[in-house]
């Protein structure tokens, strides 16, 4: 991997900073947990895609700019340090575009992939279930076969983004009678306001409807919104969860931009004893996961699949941002307790990484009987 960046990337770089500087809002938008932030949200997406910046790594047919991953990583650094808003249309571009474009139709990109871009479809993740979180493959919500398509019924939970969202991804079992749980299976879009859907949020620690239940009752789904082949969703997923927590759900420029912010505040600050020595850890920790994501990126460029090294990516990216953010509360002291302010609220959303996207632990499994070659533990 060349560790130096090409001219044409410092040029990107050099327009995406002078464009973030000229539009990114200088009042922080509200959180888009919140219909009004969402909203807003939404607009910003829509302004991002206006001068395709929603998108800069997407073929330019469908409002991207065909920029290459280092680019992208570069954009990342760029729109992060510039203290640009949260995306709403993360699930959808992160997760589901990378799908459709490994097995999605031409039908179904030229569909779904340009409104996800300006905002105007946001897409929640509806995959885990009462009884099937870290463990996928126990999911029991069916899709029946109809005529022209299929019925889906039961529950999904934890939904992100489903409070306010328009449409959302799942896997369902299509074939009850298989005889390994993985196999059966089939990845579909639905429409969240269609006849039979309930949405029900749930709400997170500081009261905003971070998540949502699902219920679907004989909910009509169209055969052209299956991703692959009908039963062929755990090997579909499988490709969704290896983007999730190996390269696009947590970039480094977001860690980069929060590590040079804590670092500031330890500055002004001070802080206890040990403030100097964690507050360092937070500065090296996000340029080790900046160079260990460029060197996976890279790996892709030249035709690798990330594998289950992306579990190396989430155990890590997760656990340091608990990490950043406790230290960032202990440098503030009481004041780090007070509701509404931008490192508590970080700290709220932080104990839930090692939650989502696959427990720590079950990703720690994966590291060692995968990577490592370490016997099945007693489960």
């Known amino acids: 991997m060349d560790l130096l960046h090409s001219g044409a990337d410092e040029e990107f770089r050099a327009e995406a900073r002078a464009w973030l500087t000229a539009h990114v809002p200088r009042t922080p938008l509200p959180s888009l947990e919140t219909e009004e932030g969402f909203a807003a949200h939404r607009a910003w997406e829509a302004e991002l895609a206006a001068d395709r910046w929603s998108v800069v790594s997407w073929p330019e047919e469908f409002a991207g700019?065909?920029?290459?991953?280092?680019?992208?990583?570069?954009?990342?650094?760029?729109?992060?340090?510039?203290?640009?808003p949260g995306r709403v249309g993360q699930n959808g571009i992160?997760?589901?575009?990378p799908t459709l474009?490994?097995?999605?139709?031409?039908?179904q990109r030229a569909r779904v992939l340009a409104p996800m871009a300006r905002g105007e479809v946001v897409w929640a993740q509806a995959w885990s279930e009462p009884e099937a979180g870290s463990d996928l493959a126990s999911l029991t919500s069916r899709a029946v076969r109809t005529d022209g398509?299929?019925?889906?019924?039961?529950?999904?939970?934890?939904?992100?983004?489903?409070a306010f969202a328009d449409r959302a991804f799942g896997l369902f079992r299509s074939d009850p009678d298989t005889p390994r749980p993985h196999q059966g299976l089939t990845y579909l879009m639905f429409d969240l306001r269609a006849p039979g859907?309930?949405?029900?949020?749930?709400?997170?620690?500081?009261?905003?409807?971070?998540f949502a239940e699902v219920f679907l009752d004989e909910v009509f789904v169209p055969d052209e919104d299956v991703i692959g082949e009908p039963g062929q969703g755990w090997r579909i997923a499988m490709s969704t969860a290896a983007d999730e927590r190996g390269l696009t759900l947590r970039s480094p420029g977001r860690f980069l931009a929060s590590a040079a912010r804590l670092h500031e505040l330890w500055r002004e600050r001070g802080g206890p004893a040990d403030a100097r020595a964690r507050v360092a850890d937070a500065l090296i920790g996000a340029r080790a996961y900046q160079l260990f994501t460029y060197a996976a990126a890279s790996r892709v460029l030249d035709g690798a699949s990330l594998g289950p090294e992306s579990s190396m990516n989430k155990v890590f990216w997760s656990d340091y941002d608990l990490a950043l953010h406790e230290t960032a509360l202990d440098v503030l002291g009481a004041e780090g307790e007070r509701a509404g302010s931008a490192w508590a609220e970080g700290y709220v959303f932080s104990l839930a990484g090692p939650v989502y996207a696959g427990t720590n632990e079950i990703q720690r499994d994966i590291i060692a009987e995968r990577l490592l070659g370490l016997p099945k533990g007693r489960r």
């Open 94 to 97: 992160s997760l589901l575009a």
């Open 149 to 162: 398509g299929w019925r889906l019924s039961g529950q999904k939970t934890w939904s992100s983004r489903a």
């Open 65 to 84: 700019r065909a920029a290459s991953l280092l680019a992208w990583l570069v954009f990342e650094e760029e729109y992060w340090a510039a203290g640009a």
């Open 197 to 210: 859907v309930t949405v029900r949020p749930v709400g997170r620690l500081d009261g905003k409807p971070a």
């Open 101 to 107: 474009f490994a097995h999605g139709t031409a039908e």
